[in-house]
């Protein structure tokens, strides 16, 4: 608002800012004080002329009789400097004239003029009693409207109007009284502090007088809850709005940060600023989807979930693993960062079938009692004709020779086929043929925030907004 910046900058001693600020909030919301403001930046950066026009131009703007009389004697004053200003001008330039006839010299030169600012190269800060000279906005709000406002100081009155109305008023105390024909009659003193807009809203049902809040947090986009957090948020950062006077307790939460608590009190006509610096929580979330559902999931060799999964891990490097049914694993270590989350999508491949390997696997089992069967056979036979060779009766011709002869060839041969095959299902089980599973590391997201609207809170949002509209 340009009228606080306005202020900043007379605090800073910047006075030719300070008045450039008022000037053009004059020129969006003519309110005569903008106006008076800027004539005490101009006169407090030596800028006298200048001043007197403004001031001259506020009382034109401004009705209210005393802060007339105020200004009007001011004016007188401002008028009497420029004169005593200008005359000692006049005396000085004369004194050098005179010197410059007496000693024979040249032209004199003419005593320096007002600057259009009048400021020096570093303007000092103005003291308390500069400050208390800007003039301050005061806008009252009653619930219901229509209500007689009357504001008084030191037993004088110094306005009276039916709310709403937003008035110009000095800095100081003053006494407010509210009056109207369907409630009870209230009043409370309060503080108007200079150069910036006053609020007061009084709900008379309640006979409560409200301050003003504002709520800031760096990030923005936080929720702001205030004294009842079962009620849902008030709103979110940047937040303004009224609440009563008295002690409140003010929650900002953000998903991703670290929630912030604090206590502030709030006076009549008194707007409280609260500024909130969030730092990120210390653990973040993980979000694994796949191709396919249902699939495990496992963190630290702990399984966690199945897919699609979500979960709050401590920030730091995790070993996840994701595993599905009749398909390839896959795992990696990840870095979950803190108060964010990261986003993991995994494409699942098949596993190699294991067919072949049962066939092979089969057949060498074949091979292998057929090679026993042959030694068993092989073995009796020896025996058998051995016993004939020792008593002298094997026939040359004995055809179990023979048969015995070409069996122990088939009893190696079953052997070593068993033995091939073997190799062949064991190659076929280890074989891993296909892509790996993969997994890709999504970009990292903030928290998401979900809207919360609950029974009661809509009425308090939409008056916010009212309030700060008309306010600016």
Not at 366 to 374: D, V
Not at 390 to 396: A, I, K
């Amino acid at each position: 608002m340009r009228m606080e910046q306005g202020q900043a900058y007379f605090l800073q001693g910047r006075y030719a800012e300070s008045a450039a600020e008022f000037e053009a909030a004059y020129s969006i919301f003519p309110f005569a004080a903008f106006l008076y403001n800027a004539g005490v930046s101009y006169e407090a950066a030596g800028n006298l002329s200048r001043a007197l026009t403004l001031f001259e131009r506020y009382l034109e703007a401004e009705s209210n009789p005393h802060e007339r009389r105020a200004a009007e004697k001011r004016i007188g004053e401002l008028r009497e400097k420029i004169r005593q200003r200008e005359a000692a001008q006049a005396e000085a330039e004369r004194a050098k004239l005179e010197q410059g006839t007496a000693s024979g010299g040249g032209q004199a030169q003419p005593a320096s003029q007002e600057t259009p600012s009048g400021e020096a190269e570093a303007p000092s800060p103005p003291s308390p009693e500069q400050v208390n000279q800007l003039l301050a906005l005061i806008a009252v709000e009653t619930e219901p409207d229509g209500a007689t406002v009357t504001i008084s100081r030191d037993g004088e009155i110094v306005m009276s109007a039916a709310s709403p109305f937003t008035q110009t008023l000095s800095p100081g105390t003053y006494r407010i009284s509210i009056q109207h024909p369907a409630y009870n009659r209230f009043e409370r003193d309060f503080e108007v502090r200079p150069g910036v807009l006053n609020r007061i809203f009084s709900n008379l049902s309640q006979g409560e007088f409200w301050g003003y809040l504002r709520v800031i947090s760096d990030p923005p986009g936080a929720q702001v809850f205030i004294d009842d957090r079962e009620i849902g948020p008030r709103g979110q950062t940047p937040y303004e709005g009224p609440v009563q006077v008295g002690q409140h307790k003010v929650w900002v939460e953000k998903p991703g940060f670290q929630g912030v608590e604090r206590e502030v009190g709030v006076g009549v006509a008194e707007e409280i600023r609260l500024d909130f610096q969030l730092e990120r929580s210390a653990s973040g979330k993980l979000r694994v989807i796949a191709n396919l559902r249902g699939g495990r999931v496992f963190v630290d060799g702990h399984m966690v979930g199945t897919i699609p999964w979500e979960g709050e891990l401590p920030a730091g490097p995790h070993k996840v693993k994701v595993e599905h049914e009749g398909m390839k694993a896959w795992s990696q270590t990840v870095d979950v960062p803190r108060g964010q989350l990261l986003p993991i999508r995994v494409r699942f491949n098949p596993e190699p079938g294991k067919e072949g390997a049962v066939v092979a696997g089969v057949i060498g089992a074949l091979f292998l009692g057929g090679g026993i069967a042959a030694t068993v056979y092989v073995n009796d036979t020896y025996g058998s004709l051995s016993y004939l060779r020792e008593r002298g009766v094997l026939s040359s011709n004995d055809d179990r020779l023979d048969i015995g002869f070409w069996v122990s060839i088939g009893q190696y041969a079953g052997y070593g086929l068993a033995g091939i095959c073997a190799a062949l299902a064991i190659a076929n089980a280890l074989q891993d043929s296909g892509p790996p599973s993969e997994g890709t590391l999504l970009e990292v997201r903030e928290w998401s925030i979900v809207p919360k609207v609950l029974p009661g809170t809509m009425g308090e949002g939409a008056f916010g907004l009212a309030w700060s509209g008309r306010m600016r």
